[in-house]
């Protein structure tokens, strides 16, 4: 499926072809939460990287998180401009780049379930809203994108 993403204020936008474009990862990271400002459709797209077009990448600034001590190797892309968190790529998975739910434009599919993850990190205010066929997990689960999708039959 052929996403068109941006960012808020139009300086940066891009297009890149996914399998797996189910927006289905909510997750409660402190991470997520205070870089991409909110409910937790951090990185749960995945995307070819190759396929990634690019138009305004002169607006494009990189945040590598701190882990602790450790800073990731994850590179989190955003707009210089208005702040808009757009995608994450890791070189440890080359290949893949994984587009901000927030930033897609295109219509997204409904996903038949979610998977709320980092339950133990959630802000004490956050009451997720789980539906019957939700899953949950304290940290990060075992199950990937692309096998969430297969285990459903919603790959593109």
């Known amino acids: 499926m052929l996403l068109h993403g941006s960012c808020h204020c139009g300086s940066v936008s891009f297009d890149v072809e996914s399998r797996h474009p189910y927006p289905f990862n909510i997750c409660y990271c402190e ?29 494009i600034k990189t945040y590598r998180a701190k882990i602790g001590e450790t800073e990731s190797l994850a590179e989190r892309k955003f707009c210089e401009n208005c702040g808009s968190a757009l995608w994450l790529w890791d070189p440890r998975w080359p290949e893949l780049v994984h587009p901000h739910a927030s930033a897609i434009d295109t219509d997204l599919p409904v996903p038949p ?22 899953k949950r997990f304290d940290e990060y689960p075992e199950e990937s994108i692309a096998a969430w999708h297969e285990r459903l039959g919603v790959t593109k």
């Open 113 to 134: 379930e979610k998977t709320h993850l980092m339950l133990t990190s959630k802000a004490s205010w956050v009451e997720p809203c789980m539906g019957g066929n939700d």
């Open 31 to 59: 991470i997520c939460r205070k870089t991409a400002g909110g409910g937790g459709f951090a990185i749960n797209l995945g995307a070819d990287f190759d396929s990634l077009k690019i138009s305004g990448e002169e607006h």
